[in-house]
């Protein structure tokens, strides 16, 4: 376990305290049921945003704390335990990396500060087809008059339908499949040509697909660093998403933790039984691993660490593997309550298995680790 600065704790103890209260998971059920457009509450967004979260990774001078990623972490941690829907993954990390990293000046002063107050929501539109994919970028940027032309499709959006800036991977030159000519754009989400289609995804949190119809953005529209901008951008997006994950994933081991203590069976208490110890005991050694990989993953973000990469695939591929596990044994040992929609075991799920796919699952981060190590 990571060693906490006084910041870090006290961020930590705050986030925990604020889910708890105001965001549990009843709230969630109640989003869902609502049918909310957005797939996440506004209400609830603002309230993250007054508390400073849509700021804590963006600098000082940008309207931000610097509080650097590990402490995003921690924050994306406790609203995973309750399955909070926000726009923190997707705007406060994913996109206002992108714009950190390769941002103009005047880039960042027009929209790191709206985005750290929560009065903007940005995201990443990177993938175009079922399964992560950035190398296949085929979403064209042509030149054209004082700009460019951006002409395609990209899939399962976060946030797509609340987003008002879109981060755009798009392709100014090669083929899909290659990763030179790959650069990245902001578009405003009302642009001329811009369209959305909802999707009703299994974990109910907001996503869409959006067509680009030959949208017209400045020269000023595109980000400095092309390929390598948008594979640093996407491992904090992946750390950031294993975090939330880990917190999920404790938190569908302690609730299967505490009903193995009062579920009586045969006049027993079922956790008394030795092979449900076994799989439990297995779930707290898997939960353990996983969260050191995801820490070290954050930490090697903040030490802006060479390994960054690896470490990343592995935090990933490990959380995968463990929520996956965690949350099938949730509605395993729960028995036939936990196959119902009453039950939260559900949730925690579905949202597994949104959750893996999201940013590339444990096969693409296995993959990505060997090729890495030279395998």
């Known amino acids: 376990m990571a060693v906490l600065t006084e910041e870090q704790s006290m961020l930590r103890d705050a986030a925990k305290s604020w889910v708890q209260e105001k965001s549990p998971v009843s709230a969630f059920r109640k989003m869902r049921d609502g049918g909310a457009d957005l797939g996440y509450d506004a209400a609830a967004w603002n309230e993250m945003a007054e508390m400073g979260w849509a700021g804590v990774i963006i600098p000082e001078e940008y309207g931000g704390s610097n509080f650097g990623y590990l402490s995003m972490g921690l924050i994306l941690e406790e609203t995973g335990r309750t399955l909070t829907a926000s726009p923190l993954l997707a705007s406060a990390l994913g996109a206002a990396s992108a714009l950190m990293l390769g941002g103009s000046e005047a880039q960042k002063s027009e929209w790191l500060p709206k985005i750290a107050e929560g009065a903007v929501v940005a995201t990443l539109a990177v993938d175009e087809g079922a399964h992560h994919a950035p190398e296949k970028t085929a979403l064209k940027a042509e030149k054209s008059g004082a700009g460019y032309k951006l002409t395609g499709k990209k899939t399962f959006v976060l946030e797509g339908m609340a987003a008002n800036l879109l981060v755009v991977s798009a392709r100014t030159s090669g083929q899909p499949g290659e990763t030179a000519g790959v650069e990245l754009f902001l578009v405003p989400a009302d642009a001329r040509g811009v369209s959305r289609q909802r999707l009703q995804l299994a974990d ?34 992946r750390a950031g998403v294993a975090a939330e994950m880990l917190g999920s994933a404790v938190q569908a081991f302690e609730t299967t933790l505490d009903y193995l203590k009062v579920r009586v069976q045969f006049g027993q208490v079922i956790g008394s039984f030795q092979a449900l110890q076994h799989r439990a005991a297995k779930m707290f050694t ?11 993953a954050l930490a090697a973000i903040d030490a802006d660490s060479p390994d960054v990469p690896e470490l990343v695939s592995l935090a990933k591929a490990k959380m995968g593997d463990t929520f996956h596990l965690v949350s099938n044994e949730m509605v395993q040992m729960h028995g036939g309550i936990g196959m119902t929609d009453a039950h939260d075991a559900g949730f925690y799920l579905k949202r597994a298995r949104a959750a893996e796919a999201a940013f590339g699952n444990q096969a693409y981060h296995r993959d990505r680790y060997a090729k890495i190590q030279g395998y």
Do not use: P, Q, Y
């Open 286 to 296: 898997d939960l353990e691993l996983a969260r050191s990989a995801v820490e070290a």
């Open 204 to 237: 109910s949190r907001g996503a869409a697909n959006i067509s680009f119809d030959g949208v017209e953005v400045g020269l000023d529209a595109k980000l400095d660093g092309g390929w390598e901008l948008l594979e640093k951008t996407l491992d904090r997006a």
